[in-house]
Structure formats: structure tokens, C-alpha cells
């Protein structure tokens, strides 16, 4: 998920941008019984929220097949493939780096599942050109003296390799904050490896990194935050001038990473986290672009545990030689490497609603330290095993199902834009030279939203890149007509502990690429289970990450709100389309609230 890549780029401790910004039903009753539960929890939803008024054309209750959604709890719960594919893609193939050579198997491996199941229209589509491809051949670390260590380390994304195996002196420098700070170092780092940056505290007594949401979490989530405080559903700062200065920050450590190297260092090393658990994306790399040719990184780095650069640390501060041993073994593949999502679909049948769209899909791509299990591999498998669930029992449609699993995500949600921008609609961006350091994911929108043909035609997008837990409800992302129809939904489910529907928004990942064009986008709420605190971005984010009752549980909630959607006679109410020109407009403080104020 690309929020945590910005967490670890802003400041050390990483989460600084936090504080900125079940039995099947018996067929022959089920319909009787779903009847009276459906009508009971409208009337407490009811009682309990404001009714959200009827969108056009909307029915009051939803005309729900039960019989289908029985048959798909069936199929997903006691039939599921979904650790076959969750093996397939991480063990059989691994880390899936944006335009790397792993990520075109990955790419080529979906294509052949999907073809596999009987999906239609199966193809690769490019989203455009990304940069640089590259993989990490292997990398190791020792510490050779006063004593020696093995050392768990990682490079960073698109780190040069080093001239083979190399011991070297160690030596530690502070952050640097500007230009002028290089003085100091001149002519000192010659044959040097850095300890670059604060030596981080470790917590002695850390958290418990499992953790599951409660009743009590669910109904904060059912509670619209009226401060506008959304945090916790990993929602961006709209602030651009926040967003300037982090990537301003991020361009001087790519001059730090050009000092180093025209200085004639070895490499450097980065503390990247403890208790075994090793973060490593461009949070960690000398510049966020690092991945363009034109900002390719100019010397070796890697991530190593906050256990060893500390201890390396603390010696070195007290005049203690320091020595290491190092091999970045890695290797690029080309400047100019095309960006590729996955696309298949289930055709509608319906000759009236055949041309409309509802999409499920989650980002193919992840980063290297581990095998991308939880982000967002899980969502990937989620939503083939939906695709399957509905493959496997025939499903005819009436509308088109169509899944995407998306490149890119990680650099800047480069896929699912992509996506949008050359079907359903395109949005414009501040061309000022200041703001060109900001990507365009959180620069700032200047112009109207320019719409497509085919976006009238686009019904839903479903997305999952949240892990590996169980979808406890839906994020409805303001749009108070859906959350009355996305409550009936869960009626059915709720046995399954799928049960809450919010109004509040969930934030960066690839649904954002369709809700910002006026397309409805949807995020689940998931279990967090050790998503946040050891998988995401991780070398734990590996197979044994996984919960398969939770990734079945998923996969068959998936798949009924897909089918749900392309079976309703209308499509699903939208919510205004954006005017983010209309913004600052907005923000002017009103005239003449005090006449008498000296002018």
C-alpha cells in the first residue's frame, strides 16, 4: 500500500505522517428469513443513523438472490483454491518490483489462471511507460570488527550494486539538512561505508503486533469523524504545501546520495527496523524517483536492523574502529520499461446492461524484501478466487464483470490511473515549477474532471489492499445513497462478521483512482491483524502471513458484491462529480461578516 512508503519517507519514527495526516442457509427458508432480518435492520439503521435520501430510480429494498449468494458462500467457503493461488504467486515467484523481470511472470501467470478458469478478454494493458527495471540479485552484510555479526539487510529499490564483495571502514553521519552541511565532510569518506542518519531508540517493551478490531473500533468507524480526522483509514493530508516540502525532502537526499558517491564512498546503510523485521521501499532510497533514469541513485544502499546500525553505532560514536563486509548484489534491465496491469472479464448477458462494468481487482506489484503476501498479494488472490467462485458456478451476469490487478501501485497508484485516465476520465494537475517535484498522486488538482464515454458506463469498483484479514464491512466513501444498499448487502453476510458500513473514506490505493474522477470506488474495512505493524513493506510479508479462513472469507464477500451490483436493475447511485478547480473558491472566507472592520 503506498501510504506506508510516505510514512517512512517523512521522519524517523516512521509512523510520523499519522499524526499529520458459517453454516450455509437452507434455500427453501433462507429467502423467508433473509425477508424479515432485511426489513429489521433497515428499520434499525434507520433509527439509529439519518436516512440518506433515495437516489433516483433506487429501490427501497433491495431485490437480493439468495439462492446465488447461498451458492457462492458454498463455493468460496468450502471449495476454495485460494491458498493454491496465495503458493503459486509467492513462493512459485515472488517479490513482484514494478517492471521487473518477476513482475512480467506475475503478469504472465495471472493472464494464464484466468485463462485457466474460463475468464474472457484476458490481456496485459499498458499504463505507459514506468523506467527502470531492476532486481535484487542478493545481499549480505558482516560485521567484521571489533568482532563479528551477521547482519540482516536488504537494498533499497533501484540501489546500484557494489563492485562484488567489499570491507570497509565504517563511518557514521547525521541527517544532513543542507547543501552547506557537506563542507564537514569533504575529503573524508573515501573507501567508507555510511551509517547514514539517527541511530533509532527500540522500545524494550513493544506492542503486541497482532491486533484484531473490536466492537468497539467498528462502531468509531461507524461514526462519521465530523473533524475531519480520517487517519485511521489511511487517508492523505490535503495540504500541498505539506506534500512540497516532503518531496523537496526527498530530492536533497538525492543530492546527499550524489555527495556520497562523488565523494568516493563504498555504500550506505540505513536502519530499517527491528525485532526481525526489516522495512524497505523508497522510503528508504535516496530520492523518491529513484526508479527514472534521470534520477537514478548514485551509490549503493541498503536497509540493515536497527539492532546492528545501532550497536555499529554506539562504537564508531566512541572511536572504535568499525569494519564491514558488503555485497548489493543487484541488476537493472532497462531505462525505459513499459507499465502493465492484468485484465478479464465475465461477460454480461443482459442485451440492455451487458455494456456496464462493475470491477474488483487489487495491485499486482509489491515490493522486495519478502514475497508481497499481504500487500497486496491478498488482493490479487482475492480477487481471482472471486472471479473463480463466479467462473466455477456459471454465473451468468447481466452486467460485465471485469477484474483488474494493477502495476505501480507502490510509486504512485501508476495502474489504476492509467486505467481510468484512458477509459473513463482524466484529471489535470498544478503546472507550476515548484509542484513538479510532487507526484501527481498527491499534487494538487487544478482543473475540472474530464470525462470519457465509457464513464457512464462504469458501474462499481471493488477494491482489497488492506492484508490478509477478513472484510469486517465497506468504507462508502461519502456517498450516503450506496451506504443504504451496501447495509441490506451485508444482511446476508453478517454471520461472517461482515457488518459495518461507514461513510467515512479510505485512502491511497487504487480506488481513489476511480472515486477521483466520480466514479464509485470502494475500499473493505479489514482486520487488521499484523498488517500494519510486520507485513506491510516488509521481509515478514511472506505466505506465512497469511490467515486462509480470513482470505475465504474475503474472496466470498468479494464476490457477492460484485455479483449483487451486476445483477440490479440500476446501477449504483454516484455522488456528484468533482470540482477540485472549484476548491479555493470554496476556502475564501465569506464578505462582509464585519461591516465596520477598518478596511
Given at each position: ?521 470502494f475500499q473493505f474495512i479489514q482486520d487488521p491483524r499484523d498488517y500494519d505493524t510486520r507485513s506491510v513493506h516488509t521481509n515478514m510479508d511472506t505466505y506465512e502471513r497469511l490467515s486462509e479462513i480470513d482470505l475465504k472469507q474475503a474472496a466470498t464477500v468479494m464476490a457477492t458484491f460484485v455479483y449483487n451490483t451486476a445483477q440490479r436493475d440500476g446501477m449504483l447511485p454516484r455522488k456528484p462529480l468533482p470540482h477540485p478547480e472549484l476548491d479555493e473558491q470554496r476556502a475564501k472566507p465569506l464578505e462582509g461578516i464585519y461591516p465596520t472592520a477598518a478596511k
Amino acid at each position: 500500500m503506498l501510504w506506508l512508503s510516505l510514512c517512512y519517507a517523512i521522519s524517523d519514527p516512521r509512523l510520523d505522517l499519522w499524526l499529520t495526516f458459517y453454516p450455509l442457509y437452507r434455500l427453501t427458508s433462507m429467502k423467508i428469513v433473509a425477508a424479515f432480518v432485511v426489513a429489521l435492520c433497515l428499520s434499525v439503521f434507520a433509527a439509529e443513523k439519518p436516512k440518506a435520501a433515495s437516489a433516483p430510480g433506487q429501490p427501497v429494498v433491495e431485490a437480493l438472490d439468495l439462492e446465488t449468494i447461498a451458492r457462492i458462500r458454498d463455493e468460496g467457503i468450502n471449495h476454495s483454491h485460494i491458498m493454491e493461488y496465495a503458493s503459486g504467486l509467492f513462493d512459485g515467484i515472488g517479490p513482484r518490483l514494478t517492471a521487473s523481470p518477476d513482475f512480467v511472470k506475475a503478469q504472465e501467470w495471472s493472464l494464464d489462471q484466468l485463462r485457466r478458469m474460463g475468464a474472457s478478454d484476458v490481456h496485459a494493458e499498458s499504463w505507459g511507460e514506468f523506467g527502470m527495471g531492476w532486481r535484487q540479485i542478493g545481499t549480505s552484510v558482516q560485521m567484521t570488527a571489533p568482532s563479528t555479526a551477521t547482519i540482516l539487510a536488504q537494498a533499497t529499490p533501484w540501489s546500484p550494486a557494489t563492485s562484488g564483495e567489499v570491507t570497509a571502514e565504517v563511518i557514521a553521519i547525521p541527517t544532513l539538512n543542507d547543501e552547506k552541511d557537506f563542507d564537514k565532510w569533504k575529503g573524508k569518506l573515501a573507501g567508507k561505508v555510511i551509517l547514514y542518519g539517527k541511530a533509532p531508540k527500540i522500545n524494550p517493551d513493544p506492542p503486541n503486533l497482532l491486533e484484531h478490531y473490536d466492537s468497539e473500533k467498528l462502531e468509531h468507524f461507524r461514526s462519521y469523524p465530523l473533524d475531519g480526522d480520517q487517519r485511521d483509514s489511511h487517508v492523505l493530508v490535503n495540504d500541498p504545501a505539506f506534500w512540497e516540502k516532503v518531496f523537496k525532502d526527498m530530492a536533497f537526499l538525492e543530492k546527499v546520495g550524489h555527495f556520497f558517491a562523488d565523494e568516493h564512498a563504498i555504500a550506505v546503510l540505513r536502519p530499517g527496523g527491528s525485532g526481525g523485521v526489516i522495512h524497505d521501499d523508497t522510503g528508504s532510497s535516496l530520492g523518491w524517483f529513484v526508479y527514472r533514469p534521470e534520477h537514478k541513485q548514485a551509490i549503493p544502499s541498503a536497509v540493515i536492523a536497527n539492532e546492528a546500525f545501532g550497536r555499529m553505532h554506539r562504537l564508531v560514536s566512541h572511536n572504535v574502529p568499525v569494519s564491514v563486509r558488503l555485497n548489493i548484489a543487484t541488476q537493472f534491465y532497462g531505462d525505459h520499461e513499459p507499465g502493465n496491469s492484468v485484465i478479464a472479464e465475465i461477460p454480461g448477458t443482459d442485451p440492455a446492461l451487458k455494456d456496464q462494468v462493475v470491477m474488483l481487482g487489487g495491485h499486482l506489484d509489491c515490493w522486495i524484501a519478502g514475497t508481497g503476501a499481504t500487500d497486496d498479494g491478498a488482493g490479487s488472490i482475492i480477487a481471482l478466487e472471486a472471479m473463480r467462485i463466479l467462473r466455477a458456478l456459471n454465473i451468468q451476469p447481466r452486467r460485465t464483470i471485469r477484474v483488474g490487478l494493477w502495476g505501480g501501485e507502490e510509486q504512485g497508484i501508476f495502474g489504476s490511473s492509467g486505467y481510468v485516465s484512458s477509459h473513463y476520465g482524466t484529471r489535470s494537475y498544478s503546472t507550476k515549477p515548484e509542484d513538479q517535484v510532487v507526484p501527481e498522486f498527491v499534487r494538487q488538482q487544478t482543473g475540472p474532471v474530464t470525462i470519457k464515454p465509457d464513464h457512464a458506463r462504469l458501474d462499481a469498483y471493488f477494491n482489497t489492499d488492506n492484508g490478509t484479514g477478513k472484510f469486517l464491512g465497506i468504507f462508502a466513501e461519502g456517498n450516503s445513497a450506496v451506504a443504504a444498499i451496501f447495509q441490506q448487502w451485508a444482511t446476508p453476510l453478517s454471520d461472517l462478521g461482515f457488518t459495518t458500513i461507514t461513510l467515512r473514506n479510505a485512502g491511497s490505493t487504487d480506488h481513489i483512482s476511480f472515486d477521483q474522477v466520480g466514479l464509485p470506488g470502494f475500499q473493505f474495512i479489514q482486520d487488521p491483524r499484523d498488517y500494519d505493524t510486520r507485513s506491510v513493506h516488509t521481509n515478514m510479508d511472506t505466505y506465512e502471513r497469511l490467515s486462509e479462513i480470513d482470505l475465504k472469507q474475503a474472496a466470498t464477500v468479494m464476490a457477492t458484491f460484485v455479483y449483487n451490483t451486476a445483477q440490479r436493475d440500476g446501477m449504483l447511485p454516484r455522488k456528484p462529480l468533482p470540482h477540485p478547480e472549484l476548491d479555493e473558491q470554496r476556502a475564501k472566507p465569506l464578505e462582509g461578516i464585519y461591516p465596520t472592520a477598518a478596511k
